[in-house]
């Protein structure tokens, strides 16, 4: 599936409607109670950072001046850690290292995991 974007803005769709869900942790964590500030995958996101860091398939560099481009253009009104997690997630199908519908469907499995529960 191609990545579709607002070619002024380098919106992508897929981010466009999680973006919009207003599935922030700060909103959600008080529904289940949960008081950490921090969202449960936070830790995931900084390691996966370090990982492509790492392979030199996204320097550190690179990764932080491209979320501040997008944070500023697409993301500026999501909060910090959601804001990091879309930053990533853009560059990776803007780069061509993850497939829009691929990304679509393994959410769709996520997501159908936890309503289950």
């Not at 500030?37 to 932080?64: F, H, N, Y």
């Not at 253009?73 to 850690?81: H, K, L, Q, R």
């Not at 997630?89 to 990304?103: A, C």
């Amino acid at each position: 599936m191609s990545v579709k974007r607002n070619a002024a803005l380098g919106r992508i769709a897929l981010l466009e409607a999680i973006r919009s869900e207003g599935k922030a942790w700060d909103v959600i964590a008080p529904r289940y109670g949960v008081t950490n500030p921090d969202p449960p995958w936070k830790t995931s996101l900084i390691a996966m950072c370090e990982c492509l860091s790492v392979s030199g398939t996204l320097p550190t560099l690179d990764r932080r001046r491209t979320e501040d481009e997008l944070a500023a253009a697409v993301y500026s009104e999501v909060p910090a850690p959601e804001r990091q997690l879309l930053a990533l997630v853009h560059t990776l199908l803007s780069r061509g290292l993850v497939v829009e519908g691929d990304l679509a469907s393994r959410m769709r499995t996520v997501r159908s995991r936890l309503e289950a529960v």
